[in-house]
């Protein structure tokens, strides 16, 4: 079977210095918040485009940590999509804001700008205090006219680039848009850990000490607490370790992971029954998913299954659907297009280590399945 990801094919490639790190980090003694938390996040920042890096527990707690220390909390509303990992919504409500969804682009899968400017227009008594656009699949969103609406209205923007490690648009790397970029290192991320783990990027030394301070219990020094929202949320010197070892093969890994885009969209060229994905000029997509729309997705991607080929949907339930966030007090607003996309979705797999050859397997077992 050909899985849809595959995150111990990256273990495997880099096995020796993914070792070597993880015995460095046993024999130090030294395992929270140390040498390699605070030298990632310099490596980390700098690849990323940004000036600072602050390493946390999770993409979720990057999320919910910057709400926080932008003071976001509790009586304000956060505008963001519903086509996400439930993550993203999950961490606005745990900042004690209120999440409401606007719609998609049906193309991009991104936040429409356009659907942002008429939800801020529809919010009564100024309480949109943020944004958290997503850059879905690893395509950026088209952040540049998402930060010109927010500006003008003076609303935060956060990126959730958990999908989006080294995606860029224009010359900005994706993260360096907003005031906050969220990461996450989830094992089968486009840099993914061996567990949890997550970052916020940002830009100025007073964020930083923010954020330091958030994660770790609201300590200004140690003992001393001057952040009541301050949670635990470190990540650790083992993931630390094993990150340091990926991340100078981020850029390789996602100029493969774009070939292989590249070998699908040229083998599924000429099947109109499939949308393969569309970049935005100026654009540089870092394939987390390969997701196509198609009819009939479900017996397609049984059809594929039988056939050795796993595939997977991201997202099944949009959020507002689940039932977890299906108050109709969180969807005011319409989204024809979320609600259009998620039957007709289909991750194909993908993950660097995947060969053209398989692609070339997967589109064949593809058209047999439309074909029948
Ligand atoms: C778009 C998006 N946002 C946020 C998250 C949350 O990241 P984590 O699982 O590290 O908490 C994820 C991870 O699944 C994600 O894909």
Not at 6 to 14: G, M, N
Not at 70 to 98: E, F, M, Q, S, W
Not at 364 to 369: D, E, F, S, T, V
Request: glycine letters at 8%; aromatic letters at 6%; proline letters at 6%.
């Amino acid at each position: 079977m050909i899985p849809q990801c595959d995150p111990k094919a990256a273990y495997l490639r880099y096995r020796s210095e993914i070792n070597e790190a993880v015995s460095r980090v046993l024999d130090s003694g030294w395992y929270i918040l140390g040498d390699e938390v605070s030298q990632f996040e310099v490596e980390f920042a700098s690849t990323m485009g940004s000036c600072y890096a602050v390493a946390v527990g999770s993409g979720t707690d990057a999320i919910e940590l910057s709400l926080r220390a932008c003071d976001i909390g509790p009586g304000d509303v956060v505008l963001t999509v519903a086509n996400t990992a439930v993550a993203t919504v999950a961490a606005i409500v745990r900042a004690g804001a209120k999440p409401l969804f606007i719609d998609i682009d049906e193309r991009t899968y991104n936040m429409d700008p356009s659907a942002l400017e008429m939800a801020i227009g529809r919010v009564p008594g100024k309480r949109v205090k943020a944004v958290v656009p997503v850059h879905l699949y690893g395509l950026p969103a088209k952040i540049e006219a998402i930060s010109e609406i927010a500006g003008h209205h003076g609303i935060v923007v956060i990126e959730d680039c958990a999908q989006a490690h080294g995606a860029s648009i224009g010359s900005g790397t994706v993260g360096s848009f907003g005031a906050f970029g969220c990461f996450s290192f989830y094992p089968t991320k486009n840099l993914g850990a061996m567990g949890d783990g997550g970052a916020v990027v940002c830009q100025t030394a007073s964020q930083q000490k923010t954020l330091l301070a958030l994660r770790q219990y609201g300590w200004v020094e140690r003992y001393i607490s001057a952040h009541p929202q301050g949670i635990n949320s470190r990540l650790d010197e083992l993931q630390a370790a094993i990150l340091r070892v990926k991340l100078p093969y981020l850029e390789a890994a996602n100029r493969q992971r774009r070939q292989l885009a590249d070998a699908y969209t040229a083998a599924l060229q000429g099947e109109d029954r499939i949308a393969c994905p569309s970049i935005p000029e100026g654009c540089s997509h870092v394939f987390h998913q390969y997701v196509i729309q198609l009819a009939d997705r479900e017996r397609i991607q049984q059809e594929l299954r039988q056939q050795g080929v796993a595939t997977a949907v991201h997202y099944p339930l949009p959020v507002h659907r689940q039932p977890a966030f299906s108050s109709p007090e969180l969807s005011p607003f319409a989204l024809p297009n979320t609600e259009r996309v998620c039957s007709r979705i289909l991750s194909l797999p993908m993950y660097p280590e995947l060969s053209e050859q398989d692609v070339m397997n997967i589109c064949q077992a593809l058209r047999h399945a439309l074909r029948r």
